[in-house]
């Protein structure tokens, strides 16, 4: 049974909406008007066109902060992505970890990035939940009121390269050079940081969790569903995707099906500053990125290859019965 770990009252929440001006040479937004609850985003949240995707200057609802998460696991590299039923657009799909920046944030939306990895990517162990840390900054730890936090033995989080595009609030450039979008559909400003997580070599029986906020009448309830991880692994190979995904429980890799299955937004294809799609299938970016899908020369299930061939040499074949 799913296990509740915080109640929120969404009303405490707010932003502001933007004004963002765009050339080829980079992006900068500001914020205009009054705060925004909720709903009053959702409202905002139209469609909106551009004449030119390179150069337009626009007022959009609000912004939208995501994590290209590349967890660092026993000595392999792996995209994070988690499963969310998206209320608003009556959908589901793998996306980034992400959130909404709040008011407050505006001019600093790598806090809000780091706090959502905090609140989104749990990591447990037999021993307790894996706290993190920011360079020299502790992670917060949203749940320590329901689950027990190892501070003794943190993950570590630090940057990747960013953006080749610079991004400005106002005229303060962002620091980790995020990359940025203006998602047409529902007139946002998004996002994108490139980070690293660092799993500790000491931390074993891993296992990994999504955690969500939903919207359940008057309240944002956060829940752990260990039947439902909903927090999923896509192996690199040398920097570059592999068409596979996987869930992690107590140290093993466990294949997750495909079929069906839609990303978010931030994987569809980007024209200037801008992305038109709501959604794109899996097949089609596999297809866009020029990706193999799985087979037996694919990544891991080569090395799952492998460790058969090796168990056929150690355990003989049963003689079949006349």
């Not at 026993?74 to 209320?87: A, F, G, I, P």
């Not at 706090?115 to 037999?126: K, S, Y």
């Not at 068409?243 to 294949?255: C, F, G, R």
Request: aromatic content about 8%; proline content about 8%; hydrophobic content about 40%.
């Amino acid at each position: 049974m799913p296990r509740t770990l915080i109640r929120k009252n969404p009303s405490n929440f707010k932003t502001l909406p933007l004004f963002v001006e765009a050339t080829p040479e980079g992006l900068s937004y500001q914020s205009v008007g009054r705060p925004l609850n909720f709903s009053q985003i959702l409202q905002r949240r139209r469609p909106v066109a551009v004449g030119d995707t390179e150069r337009f200057a626009l007022e959009l609802a609000n912004l939208g902060v995501s994590v290209r998460l590349t967890l660092h696991w026993q000595n392999r590299d792996y995209w994070v992505l988690v499963r969310q039923r998206r209320q608003d657009r009556g959908d589901v799909v793998l996306k980034l970890i992400s959130g909404y920046v709040p008011a407050h944030e505006l001019n600093l939306p790598l806090h809000t990035a780091i706090q959502e990895i905090a609140e989104e990517c749990l990591l447990e162990t037999p021993e307790g939940w894996l706290n993190g840390r920011f360079n020299e900054t502790w992670l917060p730890a949203p749940y320590s009121s329901a689950l027990h936090y190892r501070e003794a033995l943190p993950f570590r989080l630090s940057p990747l390269s960013g953006s080749a595009r610079p991004v400005r609030c106002a005229n303060l450039q962002l620091i980790e050079r995020p990359r940025a979008y203006v998602h047409l559909p529902t007139a946002s400003l998004q996002l994108i940081y490139d980070l690293r997580l660092d799993v500790p070599k000491e931390a074993k029986s891993l296992s990994l969790f999504h955690v969500d906020e939903r919207l359940e009448g008057d309240q944002l309830v956060a829940r752990l569903d260990r039947k439902r991880p909903d927090l999923y692994l896509m192996p690199l190979q040398d920097g570059h995707p592999l068409a596979e995904l996987y869930t992690l429980k107590k140290d093993q890799l466990y294949p997750a099906s495909t079929r069906g299955l839609y990303l978010a937004e931030s994987f569809a294809r980007q024209e200037g500053w801008v992305v038109k799609e709501e959604r794109i299938r899996w097949k089609d970016w596999v297809r866009q990125q020029g990706l193999t899908p799985p087979g037996k020369h694919s990544g891991l299930a080569l090395l799952r290859g492998k460790a058969k061939q090796l168990l056929k040499k150690i355990v003989p074949h049963k003689t079949a019965r006349p």
